[in-house]
T-cell receptor
Framework: DTEVTQTPKHLVMGMTNKKSLKCEQH?????MYWYKQKAKKPPELMFV???????INESVPSRFSPECPNSSLLNLHLHALQPEDSALYLC????????????????FGPGTRLTVL | QKEVEQDPGPLSVPEGAIVSLNCTYS??????FMWYRQYSRKGPELLMY????GNKEDGRFTAQVDKSSKYISLFIRDSQPSDSATYLC????????????FGPGTRLSVLP
C-alpha cells in the first residue's frame, strides 16, 4: 500500500468554526508533513512530524494546530480561520527524515480543498 | 531573487512533441533534485529524482542536472495528452524531507 489518504476531500467552514483535517498512511513511514498550496502556486511546508514528535513548525499561525496521535495518523485542527486560509491542504509522508543512505521520497495525498467563508 | 525559479508557462505542445522543462536555482548547497507531476485537484507525485549532477532516464522522461550552471531540466519525449499536468521542480540540501524547496511549477498541455 503506497497510498496516503486524506479526509475530507472538500471542506467549507465559517470563520468561527472548528474543524479537523485527517491524514493516514500505512507504509510504515515515520515522517509526516502538512503543506498548504494556493492556486497556481507550489506547496508550502507548514509542519513536519518525525516519530510522532513535531520537528518543524514553519511559523504557522496558531489557528492551525497539528496533532500526530500515532505513526499512521496526522491531524490538522482548524479554528478561527480567515478567508485567505482557503487553499488545498496536502499531507505527505516519507520513510524518515534522517536517512543518509537512501533518498526519502515524499508520498503525497490528494489533499483537502478548504474554503473559508 | 527567488531560491528556485521555473519557466512559468503555460506551455502547449502537440502530441508527440519533445517537451523541455527547466529550473534554475541559487543555493549551491542543493544536492537532491526532484521533478513532481501534479494533475489538477491531486497531490504531487514524484517522477524522478537525481543526486548531484548528471542525467537520469526513465522511459520517456530524462532528468538533467548541471550544478555548475545551477540548472536542471526535465525532457519528455513523445509527449501524450496524459502528460498534461503541472510540473514542479524541487530541491533539497539533504535527503530528509524538511528542507524541500519547490519551484513555482509549469503548467503543460499536450494537445491531441
Amino acid at each position: 500500500d503506497t497510498e496516503v489518504t486524506q479526509t475530507p476531500k472538500h471542506l467549507v467552514m465559517g470563520m468561527t468554526n472548528k474543524k479537523s483535517l485527517k491524514c493516514e498512511q500505512h507504509m510504515g513511514h515515520r515522517a509526516m508533513y502538512w503543506y498548504k498550496q494556493k492556486a497556481k502556486k507550489p506547496p508550502e511546508l507548514m509542519f513536519v512530524y518525525s516519530y510522532e514528535k513535531l520537528s518543524i513548525n514553519e511559523s504557522v499561525p496558531s489557528r492551525f494546530s497539528p496533532e500526530c496521535p500515532n505513526s499512521s495518523l496526522l491531524n490538522l485542527h482548524l479554528h478561527a480561520l480567515q478567508p485567505e486560509d482557503s487553499a488545498l491542504y496536502l499531507c505527505a509522508s516519507s520513510q524518515d527524515l534522517n536517512s543518509v543512505t537512501v533518498y526519502n521520497e515524499q508520498f503525497f495525498g490528494p489533499g483537502t480543498r478548504l474554503t473559508v467563508l | 531573487q527567488k531560491e528556485v525559479e521555473q519557466d512559468p508557462g503555460p506551455l502547449s505542445v502537440p502530441e508527440g512533441a519533445i517537451v523541455s522543462l527547466n529550473c534554475t536555482y541559487s543555493n549551491s548547497a542543493f544536492q537532491y533534485f526532484m521533478w513532481y507531476r501534479q494533475y489538477s485537484r491531486k497531490g504531487p507525485e514524484l517522477l524522478m529524482y537525481t543526486y548531484s549532477s548528471g542525467n537520469k532516464e526513465d522511459g520517456r522522461f530524462t532528468a538533467q542536472v548541471d550544478k555548475s550552471s545551477k540548472y536542471i531540466s526535465l525532457f519528455i519525449r513523445d509527449s501524450q495528452p496524459s502528460d498534461s499536468a503541472t510540473y514542479l521542480c524541487a530541491m533539497s540540501v539533504d535527503s530528509g524531507g524538511q528542507n524541500f524547496v519547490f519551484g513555482p511549477g509549469t503548467r503543460l498541455s499536450v494537445l491531441p
